[in-house]
């Protein structure tokens, strides 16, 4: 399998600008979640998806963050408008009803 | 809400030199306490699960253990190549998200 995967790996934009990251999870789990990684704050649980349906997004920090699933093998995470306190790596992972996580390779977002 | 705490942020070994990093936690109901490791520009790696006090997980020069507050995550003789962030995370019953903690740097000098 080609694990979880993520794009892009890496984005650079400017302040305002709506930015999409992308996420393939493992074919054949169900559960996928969203997390975003900074020095200060480690890694924090934005958004989680059971079946393709959203079940806990209280850890997305502002309404300018939105995500989907419209099927099993596809997600986005979309923040607009982007701003500088933004900039973290965001992981994409994936499981199968069970607490074993398997994260894609992130995607680093820097906002000027 | 659950918490997890590791210790210390980050550790400097001689190759050879053993060592064991600390994770607290509080969590209402523990499903499942699990270690991650991850290198640099890469997502977090799956090292061991354990899910009660007591239980010991061994994998090449690693070794966790569990009790019913914290977890240790004992490295036997380590080499450069074990330089990295070793991450502890816990999971509350049910089919609930991981909460993570911040993660100890392990660097490993020859």
């Known amino acids: 399998d080609a694990g979880v995967i993520q794009s892009p790996r890496h984005e650079v934009t400017e302040m305002g600008q709506e930015v999409t990251l992308r996420c393939k999870p493992i074919s054949g789990h169900n559960s996928l979640f969203w997390y975003r990684q900074t020095m200060m704050r480690g890694l924090e649980l934005l958004i989680y998806?059971?079946?393709?349906?959203?079940?806990?997004d209280s850890g997305m920090p502002e309404d300018r963050f939105s995500a989907k699933m419209p099927n099993a093998s596809f997600s986005t995470l979309k923040i607009q408008p982007s701003e500088p306190r933004d900039s973290a790596v965001y992981f994409c992972?994936?499981?199968?009803?069970?607490?074993?996580?398997?994260f894609g390779e992130g995607s680093r977002l820097t906002v000027l | 809400e659950d918490q997890v705490t590791q210790s210390p942020e980050a550790l400097r070994l001689q190759e050879g030199e053993s060592s064991s990093l600390n994770c607290s936690y509080t969590?209402?109901?523990?499903?499942?306490l699990f270690w991650y490791r991850q290198d640099p520009g890469k997502g977090p790696e799956f090292l061991f699960t354990l899910y009660s006090a007591g239980e010991e997980k061994e994998k090449e020069r690693l070794k966790a253990t569990l009790t019913k507050k914290e977890s240790f995550l004992h490295i036997t003789a380590p080499k450069p190549e074990d330089s990295a962030t070793y991450l502890c995370a816990v999971q509350a019953t049910g089919n609930t998200p991981l909460v993570f903690g911040k993660g100890t740097r392990l660097s490993v000098i020859a």
């Open positions: 998806f059971n079946n393709n349906v959203p079940i806990d």
């Open positions: 969590v209402s109901g523990l499903r499942g």
């Open positions: 992972a994936s499981n199968l009803n069970t607490g074993e996580l398997f």
